[in-house]
């Protein structure tokens, strides 16, 4: 990688020319030059092309077999402007739904005093409040880093499984917590918890050109298991005064799940299709 920014930096000291006449011709900032130079960042596959022109040289000159093998894991997951566009609104929204699930479940149960008058009710209430919490500072960090542009690979893999990891624990709390545990349902979502851990960090931190037809799978399951379960309490509640109650809360979980699900689709859909063109 470090040949490629020296490539630039010699090419262009040779046309006598400053970064920012480079970026002036390429409409980019100054600092995107000097990241390319000191060989913390490629240019998108378009601009390269278009850089490798501006100094009368050709991309084969200007890379190598490594960097071709190190341009997907180093450069954001998203490179091209809509794309970036939908990352960050798919991050944006994410956050959002997330942060109203969390206020609603603050006011309507963490606020109400006589939901500690049980001592496993109130470790489930906190418990639950808590991983709203730390799923929206997730999401936030998401959303800062895909403005700074900086959601590379290894950024993309902890958001993932950082996300999975809080919802899997909490999980495991609540049926510890309750009367009549589910240890079967809860050991198949363990199941497709570390499955998809395990596959998201295998997709990620490989240079191998994986398929992530696991993570599509495993990730559409847990969409369409939160969307069943949500019919079947919807029809369960029909009729009772829990009626108005679920339609929020239910609704806004499955909103929240499934925004959550449809970010790691995309961004693992986009990664893949840069390694196959990068790499094929």
């Known amino acids: 990688m470090a040949e490629f920014g020296e490539n630039i930096r010699k090419a262009r000291e040779e046309m006598g020319i400053t970064q920012q006449t480079l970026a002036d011709k390429l409409y980019v900032t100054r600092q995107a030059v000097s990241r390319w130079e000191n060989g913390s960042r490629y240019p998108d596959l378009l601009t390269a092309k278009a850089l490798a022109k501006s100094l009368d040289t050709t991309l084969d000159d200007l890379l190598t077999d490594d960097d071709m093998r190190t341009y997907p894991e180093v450069n954001p997951v998203i490179e091209y402007p809509m794309t970036k566009r939908v990352q960050t609104a798919l991050f944006a929204a994410a956050f959002a739904i997330n942060l109203i699930l969390t206020m609603w479940y603050f006011f309507y149960n963490i606020t109400d005093i006589r939901a500690f008058g049980i001592g496993n009710e109130s470790v489930l209430r906190i418990t639950y409040f808590s991983t709203y919490i730390i799923i929206i500072s997730v999401l936030l960090y998401g959303v800062v880093k895909s403005i700074k542009d900086t959601v590379n690979p290894k950024a993309t893999a902890c958001i993932m499984t950082a996300i999975v990891s809080v919802d899997f624990v909490s999980n495991v709390f609540f049926e510890l917590l309750t009367d009549s545990p589910a240890w079967f349902g809860l050991l198949n979502y363990a199941l497709i918890d570390i499955l998809f851990i395990v596959s998201v960090l295998r997709f990620y931190y490989s240079k191998k050109l994986y398929r992530p037809i696991l993570i599509y799978v495993l990730t559409g399951l847990v969409a369409a298991l939160n969307l069943a379960s949500y019919i079947h309490n919807l029809i369960s509640v029909i009729g009772t005064a829990d009626l108005r109650k679920f339609l929020t809360n239910g609704t806004l979980k499955l ?14 859909a986009v990664l893949y299709r840069k390694r196959k063109l990068t790499k094929g």
């Open 255 to 268: 909103a929240a799940v499934l925004m959550i699900e449809i970010l790691f689709i995309y961004m693992t």
